[in-house]
């Protein structure tokens, strides 16, 4: 091929990619491969710059195919980034700016945003868009992004310039509830939210963002950035090597954050020397991006497993070539459903992206059909259980396949596993090996089985120590403490999730038998227990079998009854509690004062329904109290108290959630 059509081919490969990452937020390819297309594309018209195409995608911010909706010119362009892959690469800039101030800062990955106000009001928002015109997406936003301030203590004409992302946290708990409508990764996920035809109820199926502000101007004039805005966390320092440890500071935390960060940016400090740099068409010449090495790597698709799960279901997981990705070798993937293989196109033999953030159970993005040579193999879901051969059903809109024969040998071994587990009975010396080869000779049938094995009978197995026998029988009968929370979670009863546990505790069920005993009617009665899962719970201990297992773990003196830390508040310390049956709407951030960490939202839930408050998720007539942590703007304080709604500060909520005994 002849560097004309190569870069014909490279122009056409970088632009269709640029319209699938700044149009829905799709990546097919991971970021380090495209970035590699550019580099390869930029090396041969520095070369030959008599042939770079006319619609080349080099030297300019790089934007959708074409802007939806209406637009608005930004009053400063907002410009792309130069790229540094090595410290040596940082070195050459910070010579470059000798003695002066730099700033490094998390590169957050997701999208930028334009946040104007005027006179403290919330103008309108806009995208990055071409650089110069963006996208008005205001009315998204105030769904969408739902601590964005609306307004700020601060006169005149104030933009604030930050990142838009989905947290980790969001993004794996929207994809848990969309098995159907997985969202590939948290970037796209927040590029497809903003594009979203209806964001109320984005918001209400809790796909939000969050915002964080890297920079605020006045007229013009850099400011600090209001009180209001959660900032990018940032260093500043002067010398190249003050940077690099920096940036070698936010790399090294990067797999704790509940947020993506592709990178640290480097600028100069002071407003004035970063304008005195200059610009050229599509970076501003006092910063760069300093990017760390790919999260994401390519591998190839080595089979398909269908295991059976312990209610029946059987979910695709795949096994990939050991790739090593987000700090640990990668081997096994979940795939999600049938439906998202069908849709992905995935075959066995494929090349495809694996992801993997934080905790998050890595994810085949991808397969990469560009790179086939077509031995690929079709991927068939079965038709009929693997382990009791009794034909699958296919339920739901993710076509999950489901064995639904009861005595499923298959799911009888993964309840018995689930049982043991450490959410369940916690039985820590049993594993599951043991758990499968003693349910394969029909020793362990069923839960309270596990209460009836005894040290001689583990001893007949080959490679069963006396230790390790003594460690088992000891570590089932110190686990029957098992209480009604952890019990109705090893029970598992379909559609229930360990929240729906947690829940019937806290509303007052005190004995298995009393669950058992609940009607549809009482159960939905529950908050955040819906008409599906009531009716499953009933129709689960319907079953005689259940009932016959709870009754032989009872005789076997294992506690099925709630424990006291997973009660509510007794009446009698909750009485004193302004917060005892009060509804109240929690917003802001909270910091526990006895250790001075910030508490997550579940978390500060949690404590305000064990001190006997109910919680909505929005302000109205009906609320008591709203719960106000740090950054809750004036704007919706102002709102509840119109509604006759008392606003409790953090410090006050501490002390009464002390006096009701809950901390
Ligand atoms: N995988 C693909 O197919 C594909 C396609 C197109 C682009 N990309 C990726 O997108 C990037 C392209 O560059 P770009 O021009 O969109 O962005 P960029 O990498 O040049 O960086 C500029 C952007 O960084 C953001 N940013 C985040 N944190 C910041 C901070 N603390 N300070 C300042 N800015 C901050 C801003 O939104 C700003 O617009 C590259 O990383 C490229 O790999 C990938
Ligand atoms: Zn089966």
Not at 162 to 170: F, I, K, N, P, Q
Not at 360 to 374: H, K, N, Q, T, Y
Request: hydrophobic share 40%.
């Amino acid at each position: 091929m002849d560097v004309g059509e190569r870069i014909a081919e490279l122009t056409a490969q970088v632009k269709r990619l640029n319209d699938l990452y700044y149009g829905a937020g799709d990546s097919p390819l991971p970021d380090a491969d495209y970035d590699a297309l550019k580099d390869e594309l930029a090396a041969l018209v520095a070369e030959h710059p008599e042939l770079e195409p006319a619609d080349s995608p080099l030297g300019k911010v790089n934007a959708p195919a074409e802007l939806t909706g209406p637009t608005v010119r930004h009053a400063r362009p907002m410009l792309s980034l130069a790229k540094a892959t090595s410290e040596e690469q940082i070195r050459t800039f910070c010579e470059r700016f000798g003695g002066q101030v730099f700033r490094v800062s998390e590169k957050l990955d997701g999208l930028s945003l334009s946040v104007v106000y005027t006179d403290g009001r919330l103008d309108y928002v806009a995208t990055r868009g071409t650089g110069t015109v963006g996208e008005l997406v205001t009315e998204k936003v105030r769904h969408v992004i739902p601590g964005l301030p609306a307004e700020i203590d601060a006169p005149g004409r104030v933009e604030v310039r930050g990142e838009a992302v989905m947290l980790r946290s969001v993004w794996a708990a929207y994809n848990e509830a969309h098995p159907e409508r997985i969202l590939t990764n948290p970037r796209s996920g927040a590029a497809g939210t903003l594009v979203l035809k209806d964001p109320e109820a984005a918001a209400q199926a809790k796909r939000v963002l969050r915002f964080f502000a890297f920079g605020a101007d006045r007229g013009g004039d850099a400011i600090d950035v209001p009180a209001g805005f959660e900032s990018v966390a940032q260093y500043v320092g002067t010398g190249a090597e003050e940077v690099i440890d920096a940036i070698h500071e936010i790399g090294g935390r990067r797999d704790d954050l509940d947020y993506d960060i592709d990178g640290a940016v480097v600028r100069l400090h002071e407003p004035a020397a970063f304008d005195a740099a200059g610009f050229n068409s599509a970076e501003p010449r006092g910063a760069i991006a300093f990017k760390y090495p790919p999260e994401e790597k390519l591998t190839t698709l080595l089979a398909v497993q269908w295991p059976v799960g312990k209610i029946g279901r059987v979910p695709p997981r795949a096994k990939v070539a050991p790739v090593f990705v987000g700090g640990v070798t990668v081997e096994n993937i979940t795939l999600h459903n049938p439906r998202l293989i069908r849709e992905r196109d995935l075959r066995i033999g494929d090349t495809v992206a694996v992801v993997r953030r934080g905790d998050v159970i890595p994810f085949a993005g991808r397969s990469l059909p560009e790179m086939r040579d077509g031995s690929e193999v079709e991927i068939v879901p079965p038709t009929h259980c693997p382990s009791c051969e009794s034909e699958l059903e296919v339920r739901g809109t993710g076509e999950e396949r489901w064995c639904v024969n009861l005595q499923c040998p298959a799911q009888a071994t993964r309840r018995l596993m689930h049982w043991a587990s450490r959410q369940a009975a916690d039985m820590e010396g049993v594993g599951d090996v043991w758990i499968e080869k003693l349910a394969e000779d029909g020793v362990l049938k069923r839960r309270s089985d596990f209460y009836d094995l005894t040290t001689e009978q583990l001893l007949g197995y080959e490679r069963m120590g006396e230790v390790s026998a003594q460690n088992m029988v000891d570590s089932i009968a110190s686990s029957k403490d098992v209480g009604l929370r952890r019990a109705l979670i090893g029970l598992a009863i379909p559609m229930a999730s360990e929240g729906t546990a947690k829940r019937l505790c806290l509303a007052g069920y005190e004995r298995v038998e009393d669950v058992a005993a609940a009607t549809a009617e009482d159960l939905v009665a529950i908050r955040d227990i819906g008409p599906k899962a009531a009716e499953s719970i009933v129709a689960f201990f319907a079953r005689p079998e259940v009932r016959e297992e709870i009754a032989a773990l009872r005789e076997r003196g294992v506690n099925l009854d709630v424990l006291a830390e997973d009660r509510p508040v007794d009446t009698a310390a909750a009485g004193d509690s302004p917060l005892k049956g009060r509804s109240v709407v929690i917003t802001g951030a909270f910091t526990d004062p006895r250790s001075g960490a910030k508490i997550s939202r579940p978390d500060v839930t949690r404590l305000v329904e064990q001190a006997a408050a109910t919680t909505a998720s929005s302000v109205s007539a009906n609320t008591d109290y709203l719960l106000a942590g740090a950054n809750v703007g004036a704007a919706k304080t102002g709102k509840a108290e119109k509604l006759g709604v008392t606003v409790v500060r953090q410090d006050e909520l501490w002390r009464w959630l002390a006096e009701a005994g809950v901390i």
